[in-house]
């Protein structure tokens, strides 16, 4: 869009000319009281398990299950049920988010709601996940093949022929998978339209994964060795969370189905995984044709903005597809959760307004300053060099300014 479309286009539209909150109500619907709150007993009759926290299981009855069956070759063609929910209409264009890890679906929670009367939203929990199953007698968790389960799940059980793609953190791996995929596909069973990346370890060199945390003779040794916390604790896994804020009690809940805590061992080895391809995923997104958006928490510690940086600058800058990234000033790790209206609100800016071209970058960024609050988003722009003239009467020279 040029900057006199733009221009003439927020101009024409109150909603379009805040384009951060176009779509957005007010208030952030569904957040939980910050409050710490005791956790009542609820057992489910059908699985066994018992909740303490009521927002837990109303996620998990508002879901269903698939049966997925794994093509990784360790697996020997296991089975496993996989969780999942959608909102909205159908008939509307559908966004399929990807969780990271330790969580799950479960994390979008506060989010969906700012999206779902325009949007048809499918999430679902990855096997070792939220309420999926989580099997640890050497099961391996691997991204390509969750990579696949997403193929399926959007052929097969939501039938999707197009769709908007939001990843986090692990999430933002599988989606890596899926895009390699997809593009080494001649004949394309559905259209993604849309990728959107979140705050994740993405380039594993730049990550901050708390080396001291982790026991220093891991096998891998260096800073991969350091970075397998999950694989390698040097310390036992607390016991359940049955008391704290509503959220503390939610996430303790979804982590103990399945004895969660006890398959973060074996899910927390998909760095491997990652190191390992991560170049070559990385190229595929500087080629991909599907436009992109990068958005990052500012104050994330384990996956600093130093990731999105080098993602941006070496990844997406120049690509001739339309490509953005957006910073998050008071959201960390998990901006989904810190702030789910405002990135909501890149979503929709993103699929409902447009990105500028570089020309018309002076005007958007304008547009957006006006409404500006501490929490808004910060559009970062295209870093295209040019020289800077000044033309006029004045001219510079060591000597001083003549005319």
């Not at 966004?95 to 799950?104: A, D, E, F, Q, V």
């Not at 690509?319 to 810190?338: C, F, K």
């Amino acid at each position: 869009m040029d900057r006199k479309a733009f221009v003439k286009l927020a101009a024409a539209s109150p909603a379009l000319a805040s384009p951060i909150y176009a779509g957005c109500s007010d208030g952030n619907p569904g957040s939980d009281a910050s409050g710490a709150v005791i956790g009542t007993p609820s057992l489910d009759s059908q699985t066994g398990f018992t909740f303490y926290s009521p927002l837990a299981e109303e996620w998990y009855r508002g879901g269903q299950y698939f049966e997925w069956t794994s093509t990784t070759r360790n697996n020997q063609g296991r089975s496993l049920n996989v969780f999942y929910r959608t909102f909205g209409n159908r008939s509307n264009p559908a966004l399929l988010i990807l969780h990271g890890y330790p969580t799950s679906s479960y994390d979008f929670r506060e989010m969906i709601p700012f999206l779902e009367e325009d949007y048809f939203v499918a999430v679902l929990d990855f096997p070792g996940f939220g309420f999926s199953d989580k099997p640890q007698d050497g099961y391996s968790y691997m991204l390509e093949d969750d990579a696949k389960l997403v193929d399926y799940f959007v052929r097969e059980v939501v039938g999707l022929s197009r769709f908007h793609l939001l990843t986090h953190d692990r999430g933002g791996s599988v989606g890596f998978a899926l895009l390699g995929n997809y593009l080494a596909q001649t004949e394309r069973q559905y259209d993604i339209t849309y990728h959107f990346i979140s705050n994740g370890g993405l380039f594993l060199p730049l990550t901050n994964l708390g080396q001291g945390r982790y026991q220093r003779d891991a096998p891998q040794g260096g800073r991969l060795g350091h970075m397998l916390g999950a694989v390698a604790p040097e310390r036992p896994a607390r016991p359940r969370v049955t008391e704290g804020t509503p959220q503390q009690v939610a996430n303790a809940d979804i982590q103990a189905f399945n004895d969660g805590i006890g398959a973060r061992f074996y899910v927390g080895k998909y760095l491997l995984e990652r190191a390992a391809n991560e170049y070559r995923w990385l190229d595929n997104l500087r080629e991909s044709p599907v436009p992109t958006a990068l958005i990052w928490g500012l104050q994330d510690t384990p996956n600093p903005p130093r990731i999105g940086n080098h993602i941006w600058y070496n990844y997406l800058d120049k690509r001739p597809v339309e490509s953005s990234y957006w910073l998050l000033p008071t959201a960390g790790h998990y901006p989904q959760r810190d702030e789910p209206e405002e990135m909501a609100g890149i979503v929709r800016t993103c699929l409902e307004v447009g990105i500028p071209t570089p020309e018309g970058e002076d005007a958007f960024m304008r547009t957006l300053a006006r409404n500006r609050t501490a929490t808004s988003p910060v559009y970062m722009g295209r870093s295209i060099i040019e020289n800077v003239y000044f033309p006029g009467a004045v001219a510079y020279s060591p000597d001083g300014y003549s005319f």
